[in-house]
């Protein structure tokens, strides 16, 4: 017990709380000031209090897995595209200002051009260096939507878009529609034959918006196709307006990852309330910094051998032309074809107006409605389910064959349309009909989704009860053993307790029951039919499942005394792995001898597996 007295400070004199405040700071001080890093840290902590929040970031874990670094890459082309983006801007002149070009490309001199196609013009062969960084800066543009689709796949077909991520789901959704509108800004920008066609394509999208389409485009454009504001407009949008939003987002998703945790895959050891893996410092920090230099140099290499939109090959835009066999970036391909898919039908006149619904349904509709679709597919998940639970550990998609095959059913609708942006060009290279080929893409829209959906939850099931077979039974090692009795079977390897869990850790919920619509005294129950509705939807996600291997199950499977074949069978597999049989069995049927079954009969062949019982016999 301590013997020291309390002495309050309006007891002490001063020369004491002088000699008490002086020995307060000489503690609180650090020894040796830690060097000049340490004295800077120090000085910027005393006035800014970021210590505490610095500690807790460095030692933040991540876990280590390949499908991860889907959502690395996409932030690694952001910042590639932010540098590249920044050095463009010096030379770039965003007017569409009437200029002749008399510059090194000899094939353009004399010809008639806008100062935007001029500069990049220059940028691309005139400027040092400028044709690599800007074919960097396409290239990056096009990895980063490939990076945040592939990012949301993984997100949707593991579940991690559940509780506590429901926001963080919808802001990767917004992040991705805003890179397709700042991927089309970019490539507009130059004003080249093919980008022209493109803002033509777009402005006659708005055009098809029932009474306000025309009052739109005018706004955008500044009057008539094309006009001379386009061009600033969308500069200043594709340089200022998009990326802010873009940057700021991305940084609440970060933030919201770092506030939630980072979620990871079952395995042992792994629960709702830790994270296995690395801290940030100093093991992910070295990984990621080495990384983010691997995509910029994959991105480099890429755009030093692949050329990319070769504008000076085009020629300026020129309303009266077109170019032939024109397609939008990769990205905006599945919105051309539905645009191509719709029937001509769904444009009729109505009130005096004209109601172009085959081209508005495809070019501004679809997109808005996609993405109302993924955004509350978390909540509507969760609605069937009942699951109000957080969850840190990711699903295997076979352990949930209904999302799965719901993710495939729309991976299958979006592969349709995007296929159908080429029916001309299939046509020509396949001589072909290309009525007849839009009319196979109209089919396969309604019947591909379908189709994909029943094989992918088919093909779950199916790997489903392969592992609870493997949980079970053990790996088929495609070893034959024949007894001395003459008795044929192949070796099964026990799995690892580690694989072993991959394959179990699971939940496997039953549908919900059916709830009368009226109680016992005939009165309706509030919300009866949207009971009926969440009743039939959690029967289709769980009428057909595949329960996960119980303990008991597993116990039952691996000491069943009354199978004596089967204890022989292990025995023998273990018998078989023993240096009297020099190791593992081979290919092809191995011969056990009446020894061995009789060493393994009596018990005394390994004692790590579960010997032949010879009282079962009796």
Known sequence: MSTESTVRPDQLGPDSLRARDAKDERATAPEGGGGAVGKVANWFDERTGAAGGVKYLMRKVFPDHWSFMLGEIAMYSLIILLLTGTFLTFWFVPSAGHVVYNGDYIPLRGVQMSEAYKSTVDISLSVRGGLLIRQIHHWAALLFIVAIMLHMFRVFFTGAFRKPREINWIIGLILFMLALVEGFAGYSLPDDLLSGTGLRAAQGFMLSIPIVGSYIAYFLFGGGFPGEAIIPRLFTVHVLLLPAIIVGLFTAHIILVMVHKHT?????????????????????????????????????????????????????????????????????????GALRLLPGFLEFTLLGHTWSFNVMIGAILLIPAMWTVAGIYPFLESWVTGDKREHHILDRPRNAPTRTGLGMAMLTFY????????????????????????????????????????????????????????????????????????RFFEAHEPLSDYDRWRLVSYETPEPQEYLAPVDE??????????????????????????????????????????????????????????????????????????????????????????????????
């Open 521 to 618: 005294n005939g009165v309706r129950r509030k919300g009866a039919g949207a009971a009926k509705l969440r009743t039939r939807l959690s029967s289709m996600y769980f009428r057909d499942r595949v329960p996960a291997v119980t303990p008991a199950e597993l116990e039952a499977a691996h000491h069943d005394h009354h199978d004596p074949d089967h204890a022989l069978e292990e025995a023998v597999i273990a018998q078989s792995h023993s240096p009297e049989f020099g190791g593992h069995l081979h290919g092809g049927a191995e011969e056990v001898d009446d020894e061995s079954v009789a060493m393994v009969s009596s018990g005394s062949g390994s004692g790590d597996n579960t010997p032949y019982d010879q009282e079962a016999d009796k």
């Open 415 to 486: 592969g349709v349309l995007f296929f159908a942006a080429g029916n001309d060009i299939m046509a020509i290279k396949l001589h072909l009909s290309i009525n007849d080929i839009t009319n196979v893409f109209r089919a396969m829209v309604f019947i591909g989704p379908v189709i994909a959906y029943w094989v992918t939850k088919r093909l779950c099931l199916s790997l489903q009860r392969k592992d609870r077979e493997t949980v079970l039974h053990g790996r088929e090692t495609g070893r034959v053993v024949r007894t001395a009795e003459g």
């Open 264 to 336: 990871q895959y079952p395995g042992p050891g792994r629960t709702n309330k830790n994270v296995v893996g690395f801290r940030l410092m100093p093991v992910y920090t070295a990984k990621a910094g080495g990384f983010f230099f691997i995509v910029f140099g994959f991105t480099a290499l890429i755009a030093a051998l692949v050329t990319i939109n070769p504008i000076w090959m085009y020629g300026p835009y020129e309303p009266t032309q077109v170019t032939a066999g024109s397609q939008p970036d990769w990205y905006m391909g599945f919105a051309d």
